[in-house]
């Protein structure tokens, strides 16, 4: 019985298509934990990969010109879950004093806050990498 070149011609075929074990990968790229929270002279930024996620606590004392951006290939934020995210001081009986900060479905915002005092900064939700940042403004 003579063999069918068709066979050895759809094995090859076969192998081609699924890549022979060359697996290809996605690469994720995280925040290095000493990028996450930084403090730059009246400034203080967060970082994160997603939500939830907590930072701090830190000191601030006064008016805090507040900004957000997230970063995501291809994600049209606008159309997303909204970004969600407030300042919550610490308290020996429990959660103690909010400030709200985002809860917005776009790319980018910019808020004011003052807050005196240690507050923790808490991102309730976000699906996409993100830094939060508060620049001490007076008061």
Known sequence: MRAHLTTPLVA????????C??????EVRTVAAAQ????EGTSIVVRGDYGPDEHGPFAFDGRYDVRFVQRG???DFG?????TAHLEQPAADGPGRRVKLFQLAAHA??????ARGRFRVVVDFGDSPYELRFTRTGG
């Not at 090859?12 to 890549?19: D, E, T």
């Not at 074990?21 to 996605?26: A, H, L, N, W, Y």
């Open 12 to 19: 090859v075929a076969a192998l081609a298509a699924g890549g």
């Open 21 to 26: 074990g060359d697996e290809q990968r996605s």
């Open 36 to 39: 996450r929270s930084v403090t």
């Open 73 to 75: 290939a291809g994600v």
């Open 79 to 83: 159309t997303e879950v909204p970004f």
């Open 109 to 114: 915002g910019r808020t004011t806050v003052s």
